[in-house]
């Protein structure tokens, strides 16, 4: 089974900077998988989830309006990993992120394909 290990996060003034990681491991009924895409999404409480950066083979990498020009997202498609970089951190930042990868398994599985989320981590960033 896949899993999508997140670290990072934590508390910071506004201004600061914080950095995401997700790395995603197993296999795919023992086969390798390959990622569709892979990017964060965020929750604040009271509200829906908002995709904040993706980045895929079909679209390359994506950002939400919201950290545009703030935010950046870095993929190892060798590693099976995704990093975000945010800085200059607002309070309205503040949320529980969570790592999403879209992912296919491998021959004679390749028709399998699911969303995968991680467990969330904290962020929040104090006026």
């Known amino acids: 089974q896949v899993q999508l290990v997140e670290s990072g996060g934590g508390l910071v003034q506004a201004g600061g900077s914080l950095r995401l990681s997700c790395a995603a491991t197993?296999?795919?009924?023992?086969?390798?998988?390959?990622?569709?895409?892979m990017g964060w999404y965020r929750q604040t409480p009271g509200k829906m989830y908002e995709l904040i950066a993706v980045d895929s083979y079909a679209n390359g990498t994506a950002y939400a309006s919201s950290v545009e020009g703030r935010f950046t997202l870095t993929r190892d498609n060798a590693a099976n990993t995704v990093d975000l970089q945010m800085n200059s951190l607002k309070p309205e930042d503040t949320a529980v992120y969570s790592c999403?990868?879209?992912?296919?398994?491998?021959?004679?599985?390749?028709?399998?394909?699911?969303?995968?989320w991680g467990q969330g981590t904290q962020v929040t960033v104090s006026s």
């Open positions: 197993g296999t795919i009924f023992g086969t390798m998988f390959k990622i569709n895409a």
């Open positions: 999403y990868a879209d992912i296919s398994g491998g021959p004679p599985v390749d028709d399998f394909r699911k969303d995968y």
